[in-house]
């Protein structure tokens, strides 16, 4: 592995909102204007390259991957040297502005393969949970920091959430059908990573040469019903937004050798084919390793098992699942599995920093 290189893991704050005032809906968030959009990137130490919408949300691809805007949620998620937790007070400060005052917050990380290269306070979790606490309102008082291990010691999953009292449990009873799926890939297979290199002088805009990469590759069939926004980087690299309705999804590509990632996202249903979903994303990127995160209000191990079989044909195993409780309306039920083709199975028990 390389001794230093592009940072892909990710990470991902999630950010609810509420408001008392009628007059803020149907578009709330969506109201910050793109000048306060790029103060808060200029934050975090990014920009906008793409960006869509539809009725439901607007989708910005981002120089270090993507940014999710709804009328009371926000999502950023950003890979590389990004301070993404230095978006927090100008988010908060748009919100204020418009009536709406932050009710739960979580963030989000896995192990990153580049540590000593991040800068504060991404310095370590010990690190992003005090600048957590310090940060957020003292009102969001039901907090939990947790790092979920695995087999091994190079694969955690790092989860911090924060809550109002009066909203830790306003969640809808549709919402336990509903969940989030967070999948981490390294060492993916190196022919299959070529595709995402652009060829010298090919005289494409990111746009288009991104397009190209999305057919290519066959992203496009993971959820044919998704409008796409799509961009490739130079001379390497790749990000994609879906929009499905009130749903997203998103990928980012690190292709380099040595330190090759990819990552795919996405809400999701008990009801959908996600057995689909899991062996076209595996097939596209083919992982040497692999972890897959899902976030529910409420546990189903049905469906942990489901995405496990899932990928077996393919010669992925699950090696490790671990599951830990949090907030609901910040997180609910958190299940880490983790998946090569090496080692026997095993599972681990939740360490807790700080409750």
């Not at 040297?81 to 990380?109: E, F, V």
């Not at 190079?154 to 959430?161: A, E, M, N």
Request: proline share 5%; aromatic share 12%.
């Amino acid at each position: 592995m390389a001794v230093s290189g592009f940072e892909g893991f990710e990470k991902r704050l999630e950010l609810h909102f509420f408001g008392d005032d009628p007059a803020i809906f149907p578009l709330g968030l969506r109201k910050i204007d793109f000048e306060s959009i790029q103060q808060v990137l200029e934050a975090v130490q990014c920009t906008v390259v793409s960006a869509v919408g539809n009725s439901y949300f607007d989708a910005y691809v981002l120089s270090e991957s993507s940014l999710f805007v709804y009328p009371t949620k926000i999502i950023i998620k950003t890979c590389g040297t990004t301070q993404l937790l230095k978006s927090i007070d100008p988010m908060i400060h748009y919100a204020h502005n418009l009536g709406l005052t932050l009710c739960s917050c979580r963030y989000t990380r896995g192990s990153f393969i580049f540590p000593k290269s991040q800068p504060f306070p991404h310095t370590s979790f010990k690190d992003e949970v005090t600048y957590l606490e310090d940060t957020i309102p003292s009102n969001l008082c039901y907090r939990k920091a947790s790092i979920m291990p695995s087999k091994s010691s190079s694969h955690s999953w790092h989860v911090f959430t924060a809550n109002h009292a009066s909203h830790t449990h306003s969640h809808m009873p549709y919402d336990n059908d509903i969940f989030t799926i967070e999948i981490c890939m390294t060492e993916l297979d190196p022919i299959l990573a070529r595709k995402f290199f652009r060829r010298a002088g090919d005289g494409k805009t990111g746009d288009s040469a991104g397009k190209e990469m999305t057919e290519l590759t066959g992203i496009n069939e993971i959820n044919p019903h998704a409008l796409i926004c799509d961009f490739a980087f130079d001379p390497c690299g790749y990000s994609m937004n879906g929009m499905d309705g009130d749903w997203y999804s998103t990928i980012h590509v690190t292709p380099e050798d040595g330190f090759s990632y990819a990552s795919f996202e996405c809400v999701g249903s008990i009801n959908d084919d996600i057995v689909h979903v899991l062996r076209k994303v595996v097939q596209i990127f083919r992982p040497g390793t692999m972890s897959i995160s899902t976030t529910w209000n409420e546990y189903n191990n049905e469906m942990s098992t489901k995405m496990a079989k899932a990928v077996e044909p393919l010669g992925l195993k699950c090696r490790s699942c671990v599951m830990d409780q949090f907030p609901a309306t910040a997180a609910g039920d958190v299940v880490f599995q983790t998946f090569t083709a090496r080692r026997k199975s095993i599972l681990y028990p939740t360490t807790t920093i700080k409750s």
